[in-house]
């Protein structure tokens, strides 16, 4: 989105073509989606009638996997943008949350390996819990 990312912004109009300050504004509001740069490749804002009721529709083509596409009719152009960023920002805030582990990394993994190995056996020598509330409750 800026001058070192990679990720290229192409505008395509249908049966109408994008002005130069369309695209500035949509651009703009496109730089919401930087923090998903890692993900990302390329971004297409194609237009249908830009200038009256406009349906635009934001395709994110991803590094890795199938593109995120939204879609939006309104009643001008800078606004179905500002919507189809915020939806397109909500997708891949999803996205991003399903690949990262919050708690550590490999955390799935390392909860499916304990629940299926067997109880590890207490050492003799080892106090249980059972045998120390035992003893204080016979003290």
């Known amino acids: 989105m800026t001058e070192h990312s990679e990720v290229r912004i192409e505008f395509k ?47 994110v083509h991803m590094a890795k996997g199938a593109p995120h596409i939204a879609k939006e009719r309104g009643e001008s152009f800078s606004g179905t943008v500002d919507l189809l960023v915020d939806k397109m920002e909500a997708q891949l805030r999803r996205l991003k949350d399903k690949l990262t582990d919050h708690k550590f990394p490999g955390a799935k993994e390392e909860r499916a390996r304990l629940s299926d190995a067997p109880e590890a056996p207490v050492a003799a020598d080892e106090e249980t819990y059972e045998d120390a509330v035992r003893k204080t409750l016979d003290n």
């Open 13 to 59: 109009g249908r049966h109408d073509h994008i002005t130069e300050r369309m695209q500035e504004h949509a651009t703009k509001k496109l730089q919401r989606l930087a923090r998903y740069g890692d993900l990302l490749t390329r971004l297409e804002v194609v237009a249908d009638h830009a200038h009256e009721n406009p349906e635009v529709e934001l395709i």
